[in-house]
């Protein structure tokens, strides 16, 4: 019985994704591939999901000694505000006439 609610629940989940998805397309830049692969405000926007992703993981898992508590936030913050910054920059080879 868990396992066919476990089932429904991801259909659900993957067909709110798909219809996210089919929102989003249609409003994506015409050289969203190009942005994606080469932008650095998407690798930066990457690394701080993955440090929030990490902080998370040490939330349940215990943090390592090393690591003084907070740190993984401020980075996180640190290089989000970064992104944002490197999204207002024209990049070469991403943006028109490059």
């Given at each position: 019985?868990?396992?066919?609610?476990?089932?429904?629940?991801?259909?659900?989940?993957?067909?709110?994704?798909?219809?996210?998805?089919?929102?989003?397309?249609?409003?994506?830049?015409?050289?969203?591939?190009?942005?994606?692969k080469?932008?650095?405000?998407?690798?930066?926007?990457?690394?701080?999901?993955s440090?929030?992703?990490?902080?998370?993981?040490?939330?349940?898992?215990?943090?390592?000694?090393?690591?003084?508590?907070?740190?993984?936030?401020?980075?996180?913050?640190?290089?989000?505000?970064?992104?944002?910054?490197?999204?207002?920059?024209?990049?070469?080879?991403?943006h028109?006439?490059?």
């Amino acid at each position: 019985m868990l396992a066919a609610l476990w089932r429904g629940l991801l259909s659900r989940v993957r067909n709110t994704i798909f219809l996210i998805w089919i929102s989003i397309e249609k409003r994506l830049v015409w050289n969203w591939q190009i942005v994606f692969k080469r932008a650095w405000s998407m690798r930066l926007a990457a690394v701080a999901a993955s440090l929030s992703l990490l902080e998370a993981y040490f939330v349940f898992g215990g943090r390592p000694s090393f690591l003084p508590e907070g740190t993984l936030p401020i980075l996180a913050a640190v290089v989000s505000a970064g992104a944002y910054i490197a999204r207002l920059v024209a990049q070469k080879g991403v943006h028109d006439g490059d």
